[in-house]
């Protein structure tokens, strides 16, 4: 990746491949706290904003996750995140990611 973007004083790296720009989030996680990136992004990932919104984005982009086991998963109480880590998640999203 090379750094496209530059925001707040700090460089995100930017990779685009088959027509989709992707951004290091460890690169914004990293301005918050350099010392404590995968903390900050494994919070980003407990939020359920964030949760809802890859149950949304996943399906357009990957014709294996599992639409009806990741509901199950959104309608338990509380953050479903730990539930998703591997390997329950794996399953889930059919590529690991």
């Keep these: 990746m090379k750094p496209k973007l530059h925001v707040l004083e700090q460089d995100i790296a930017t990779y685009s491949g088959e027509g ?4 290091c989030i460890t690169d ?11 903390a900050i992004i494994g919070s980003w990932l407990c939020n359920r904003n964030t949760i809802e919104f890859l149950g949304i984005r ?3 982009n990957n014709p294996h996750f599992k639409v009806i086991e990741f509901d199950g998963y959104k309608k338990q109480p ?3 995140i730990r539930q998703m880590r591997a390997p329950v998640g794996m399953p889930l999203t059919g590529n690991g990611g």
Excluded: N
């Design 20 to 23: 989709v720009e992707y951004i």
């Design 28 to 38: 914004i996680a990293r301005y918050k706290r350099a010392d404590r990136t995968g």
């Design 58 to 60: 996943k399906p357009l």
């Design 78 to 80: 509380g953050s479903i």
